[in-house]
């Protein structure tokens, strides 16, 4: 093969390859677009940067279960804005029903949680629990 040859060769391949790039980022920028004037996927993201700056923001407690908690809290609040977007904007009836379960099932954790953090900050430590007396059991 020529010098030449080889010259052309080699300028076709990096034509190509400029070409198959601004293809590409086209594409990506269509799908870019499309994504920002989506209502439902802004909402979704906007309840996935709320939770990860809530989880980023926290800080050790030196206690494993307190800081289990203050983590899921975020995580749990995210997971209902998400299932409130679906109730919104999806269409699948299964997906409206699991939705609904999420909001319903992560309230409710989120409540459990915030009490047992309270009673951490009183000294309770389950407030599942019955409180002792103090006298010993079968008295």
């Known amino acids: 093969m020529s010098r030449k040859?080889?010259?052309?060769?080699?300028?076709?391949?990096?034509?190509?390859?400029f070409m198959c790039g601004l293809a590409t980022s086209a594409q990506h920028m269509n799908m870019d677009d499309v994504r920002t004037q989506d209502l439902n996927w802004r909402q979704l993201m906007k309840s996935m940067k709320a939770m990860h700056a809530a989880?980023?923001?926290?800080?050790?407690s030196g206690n494993d279960d307190e800081d289990?908690?203050?983590?899921?809290?975020?995580?749990?609040?995210?997971?209902?804005?998400m299932a409130k977007a679906e109730l919104l904007h999806g269409n699948d009836p299964q997906?409206?029903?699991?939705?609904?379960?999420?909001?319903?099932?992560?309230?409710?954790?989120?409540?459990?949680?915030?009490?047992?953090?309270?009673?951490?900050?009183?000294?309770?430590?389950n407030p599942h629990q019955p409180q002792s007396s103090g006298l010993p059991k079968g008295k």
Request: net charge negative; aromatic share 4%.
């Open 5 to 17: 040859n080889i010259l052309n060769l080699g300028i076709a391949v990096v034509v190509l390859a």
């Open 55 to 60: 989880m980023y923001a926290a800080q050790p």
């Open 68 to 81: 289990f908690v203050n983590l899921m809290l975020p995580h749990h609040e995210a997971a209902i804005e």
């Open 95 to 125: 997906m409206h029903r699991l939705a609904q379960e999420i909001i319903t099932d992560q309230q409710s954790e989120i409540q459990l949680m915030r009490l047992w953090l309270e009673h951490q900050k009183t000294g309770l430590n």
